[in-house]
């Protein structure tokens, strides 16, 4: 569901950086929860003299570009901590090395989007928990795209 | 309208294997009906060690990333229908060579879009009803932007 | 805050004509005003056979593609004119140069955005005039995330 784009100049991180990054990253969708193989990496080099800021060029700049599929950030308070959770996880790959960096966001929309020609289920349904401890996309039933959580009592069946 | 961004691991498909995908989707596109010209393929070769799922590197993954800008697709039934059309249509590039893969469409503003220095005509024109049989943008009169179906009985104007 | 993405064929654009064309469309960024460094250029070469426009390969085709995150632009009247005038900002290296094009803008959630690890204050504020002033993302207090044109007359604090 995230997919991060990671635009960096050549020869900023080595493949274990890359694994690792990805890695920490990972961990903190996972703590959702949403299944952790929802979570996309993909690193890009950018050539020599191809990336300006403010019109000067800039060498030393790596530019997360991020797509948010599975889950809208809701309120304010949120939006803000989980911006700041992810500076803190990069840190130690731009800020520390001394790179210039910037991270932006964008949610599309959840039902253009399908997995191994799955179309994943919902939030928190019983299918997804299954996605979550299967760490894979596999076809799913009716039933199990119901909430693992169902609650059915009188006058909150609208909810 | 679309563009459609493949990331693929390097040699994953030939100069005719991008134009067959490319042809294949364009023509489901064309039959909505829209330009054939507004269909663009970026093929792009992801590096090795680049590409991470859930944390683990993975250089069997091909992604595509697809902004939809001339049409937002209205309702449940027609996305859902539209995300299983395109999975069947990329199977044989994907599933049936034993890739994994994923697909993702974000649906972006129409009116933030231009062609060939050309603001594109409003859906159903007169102008994209030429578009579409010229297959090439050109400019169009104020009387172009008109619906094809132009209705102007009485009580309906205000549709 | 506007990222934008050249997608371009091999050799179309010397590190001259990068800078140019980025330092172009960074000062009518810069006239809103918003900051300067918010302008981000990444240029990418499309490899030969890779860019196909409705089925058919075009390697002289140039694609981009822009994200604005710290704005919204406000009505269809500003809309168009913002599109007509990056249009003939960009003209000088795709249509004098013989070359299709095509742009487009997505506009992308403005709290979902940091830069340097600082979140970007809020529009007109006294902190991104300084911004705008030093160039360069830093720390900001509360007090400066007020409009630099504060207005606490009677009856109208609840605008």
Redesign the interface.
Known sequence: MP?WKV?HPAGAYT?QD??DL??RV??LYASVPI?????????????E?????????NNN?I?F?V???ART?PG?VI??W???S??EII?PFV?DRGY??????????F???????E?PPPFESVAEKRWVKE?KASPYTPAEKLPVNLVLNPGIADR
Do not use: M
């Open positions: 997919l635009y493949a890359k694994k990805s890695e990972t961990g299944p952790q193989f929802y979570v996309v990496f993909i690193f890009e080099e950018i050539a003299d191809s990336c300006f800021v403010g019109g000067e060029p700049f530019r570009r797509d948010h599929i950030l304010p939006r803000e989980w911006v700041r992810l500076d840190a800020k210039d960096w910037e991270i932006s966001i964008d949610e599309t929309p039902d253009l989007w399908s997995l191994q020609g179309i760490n």
